[in-house]
């Protein structure tokens, strides 16, 4: 396999994932700087917006060089590129001009606080060059990806669709995460850290629904089989996602003790610190890994001689566990764990998020935000035995329709909850006084999500 | 039959016995840390 790409083709369908996806994560945080009015964090996002804008470059270039390298490629046709293209330099334009007002401002303000003009400019800028992005995306899976326009046979193309999309935000947010974490404890500061940290679990919780979908594109595209798709090539992907799972799951989870003890306790631990940034390293590898045998399932024109492609559609790890969690010793058990996990979240959930709606005022929030380990480390247990039970009969529960509205709460309830431990005024409510409205609505969006969690998953069966 | 339901039976509750045991060792060694910095 190989990483570094050796093709014009290969280093633009790489590139060209930054400035788009890594725009919207950039804005992000700029935009939760702007509400928290942390200067040193929106200095920070203007740094990654400056980036981006330079970024442009090689995505402008790779594409280009892409454009001779495949022009005898009848697979690709001249005007679903010249659409591309079009826009690509309308995108890309306006990429730059954001950028270079991120440089601009940067260099302007210096030590100084930012002013709001030169903030708002980037934002309206930044939101500007982010619709287009969104058109140039759309027009370049049109010049590649066909399988998307097929008809509905069993598992509709959308989660194809979906899945394409999807994949590219925990991995480039994942980037920008570690990017941010490690030159936070670099510099030793404290609102960089958290952000960090903040983004490593937005980016576990993103691999739950980016899991799913990718589950549900397989068999869109092999049950009935799409010409030119693999399902062997397939699995081997579908392998190394498993693998990607556990690393979020370990990365997410030190990243989200710390943010609670930060909370709860005042300070980091520093060897849990560098734990996480352990993690973040190994599970960047293997994402890398993973998006690559993804990338290799539609993209013929990047294959090298050294890529040997895999032809057995049942070796693998996934085909084993798709065989073993079927047996009665594995499946009931799994299911049963599955089911304290669930009676874990809830139980947290509802308690927390009822403390905050007003009730068991008596209580200051600092005593209820002891117990959210217990929810978190209860959707852990819930996301790993899911991914296995998932497994057992996959084409069948990605097709009920309880199941994609589930997998949506999940990932609100999951996001949502990190407020609590990263909330300035949550964590000053003492006992007998009123929690900010800002944050009830938080608090019913939790309840209410995962509320949705258990009906989408109860009802799986009968629907 | 009789031996396959008592091993699903005895799978079902070490499977349980080792993640709620992970959880609540967890949960506890953090809490305590909690406490000691109250203190």
Redesign the interface.
């Known amino acids: 396999m190989h990483l570094i790409p050796e093709s014009w083709a290969h280093l633009h369908i790489l590139v060209s994932v930054f400035p788009s996806v890594g725009l919207i994560f950039a804005l992000g945080i700029y935009i939760a700087a702007i509400i928290s009015n942390s200067d040193a964090m929106k200095k920070t996002s203007l740094l990654v917006i400056g980036i981006m804008g330079l970024v442009g470059i090689p995505t402008y270039f790779s594409g280009i060089d892409s454009i001779t390298e495949l022009a005898a490629n009848p697979k690709f046709t001249e005007d679903t590129v010249a659409n591309h293209l079009g826009w690509g330099i309308a995108a890309l334009g306006a990429l730059g001009l954001t950028g270079l007002t991120a440089w601009i401002a940067l260099l302007r303000f210096g030590r100084k606080p930012l002013s709001d003009n030169a903030t708002h400019l980037v934002l309206g800028l930044g939101v500007v060059t982010l619709a287009l992005m969104f058109v140039v995306g759309e027009l370049g899976w049109e010049i590649n990806h066909t399988e998307i326009f097929l008809p509905t046979a069993k598992t509709p193309q959308l989660w194809s669709h979906v899945h394409i999309i999807l994949n590219h935000f925990p991995t480039v947010g994942f980037v920008f995460a570690l990017g941010i974490y490690a030159l936070a404890l670099l510099l030793n500061n404290t609102v960089m850290k958290r952000t960090g940290l903040a983004l490593f679990v937005i980016c576990a919780v993103l691999g739950v629904p980016t899991f799913v979908t990718g589950n549900a594109s397989m068999w869109a595209l092999t049950d009935p089989p799409v010409r030119g798709i693999s399902k062997a090539v397939i699995n081997a992907h579908r392998d190394w996602a498993l693998y990607t799972m556990l690393g979020l799951g370990f990365t997410g989870v030190t990243a989200w003790i710390e943010l609670w003890r930060y909370r709860q306790v005042g300070r980091f631990s520093n060897p849990f610190l560098a734990l996480v940034l352990v993690f973040g390293v190994i599970t960047l590898g293997i994402m890398a890994e993973t998006g690559h045998r993804g990338g290799q399932i539609n993209h013929p024109e990047i294959r090298v001689a050294t890529d040997v492609q895999p032809t057995d559609p049942n070796a693998g790890l996934s085909v084993f566990v798709e065989k073993e969690i079927n047996q009665v010793i594995w499946f009931v058990p799994w299911q049963t764990v599955h089911f304290f996990g669930y009676a874990l979240i809830f139980g947290t959930a509802f308690a927390v998020s009822l403390r905050i709606l007003g009730f068991w005022k008596s209580v200051s929030f600092e005593s209820v935000h002891r117990i959210l380990p217990l929810g978190v480390f209860g959707v852990v247990t819930n996301v790993f035995s899911g991914m296995l039970i998932l497994q057992a009969d996959s084409s069948r529960y990605l097709n009920e329709i309880t199941f994609v509205p589930k997998i949506i709460f999940i990932t609100i309830g999951g996001i949502a909850v990190i407020y609590y431990s990263v909330s300035e005024r949550l964590w000053r409510v003492k006992a007998g006084e009123e929690a900010p409205m800002g944050a009830k609505w938080v608090a019913a969006l939790v309840l209410l999500s995962w509320i949705g969690v258990i009906l989408g998953g109860r009802l799986l069966p009968y629907v | 039959m009789v031996a396959?339901n008592l091993?699903?039976i005895l799978?079902?509750i070490?499977?349980?016995i080792v993640?709620?045991g992970?959880?609540f060792t967890?949960?506890y060694c953090?809490?305590r840390?909690?406490d000691r910095?109250a203190q």
């Open positions: 396959s091993n699903v799978m079902v070490s499977l349980v993640v709620l992970i959880i967890s949960v953090l809490n840390a909690a910095n």
